[in-house]
């Protein structure tokens, strides 16, 4: 089974504040997304990755950065965290060719920005 | 602009009966469409896909369908349970190479003993 992990299940952060996010996943797969979902929103792409070091914009990169230095790790840096960042932030990894048709999905962090 | 669309009112059923979920889209040509399940809190767990050619597809109390005339989606659960309230989401994957899906809002099932 695919796992997918997500370094904090809740976070209270403060405007201004680097916020890091990590997922980390044990499926040796290529491709890592950043979606956040909001209520009435649906699920938006931040960034995806599909090899290390190897990073593309999704639909709504502005205020965030990610890094990813080793296959198994996508980080999601939010440089100076405002309110409007405050959201539901999943991670999901999907495999090479047909496998990438499914996305495995993290648990999810909740990010409350004050 | 591409849209997907999902009822965004709740859906209540009573348990037994078949759960009908829609997914319809525009300005769009998909090569294969997703339904996710999401609990409260947590991230949403794939369940199907099914691809343009493909009319229909069943796992266990599962049915999906893709009318891709009609550019709609029809997720079906038999004989549901309380434990299949969730919401329920489609997401669109596109031909050429890209598999990055677009996601619709989702749809809210309760199933009432």
């Known amino acids: 089974d695919v796992k997918v992990t997500q370094s904090s299940r809740y976070l209270v952060k403060r405007t201004g504040e680097k916020v890091f996010l990590e997922c980390v996943q044990d499926?040796?797969?290529?491709?890592m997304f950043w979606y956040r979902q909001d209520p009435g929103l649906g699920l938006r792409l931040i960034y995806f990755?599909?090899?290390?070091?190897?990073?593309e914009k999704g639909d709504i990169p502005e205020g965030y950065s990610v890094s990813r230095e080793k296959k198994e790790r996508f980080s999601l840096i939010l440089e100076s965290a405002s309110t409007n960042q405050t959201s539901m932030y999943l991670c999901a990894t999907a495999g090479l060719g047909r496998k990438q048709e499914t996305q495995y999905f993290g648990p999810g962090t909740r990010l409350l920005v004050l | 602009s591409q849209k997907i669309e999902q009822n965004s009112e709740a859906l209540n059923i009573q348990e037994g009966k078949t759960a009908t979920l829609t997914c319809n889209y525009t300005n769009y040509s998909p090569a294969y469409l997703q339904w996710y399940r999401q609990d409260p809190g947590r991230g949403p767990v794939f369940l199907l896909l099914i691809r343009e050619n493909e009319k229909e597809k069943r796992k266990e109390r599962l049915k999906v369908t893709f009318d891709t005339t009609l550019k709609q989606s029809l997720f079906h659960i038999t004989a549901s349970q309380p434990a299949d309230s969730a919401t329920y989401l489609c997401?669109?994957?596109?031909?050429?190479?890209?598999?990055?899906?677009?996601f619709g809002r989702g749809t809210s099932l309760i199933v009432h003993p």
């Open positions: 499926m040796d797969h290529e491709n």
């Open positions: 997401a669109l994957l596109p031909s050429g190479g890209s598999y990055i899906p677009t």
């Open positions: 990755s599909y090899d290390v070091k190897m990073k």
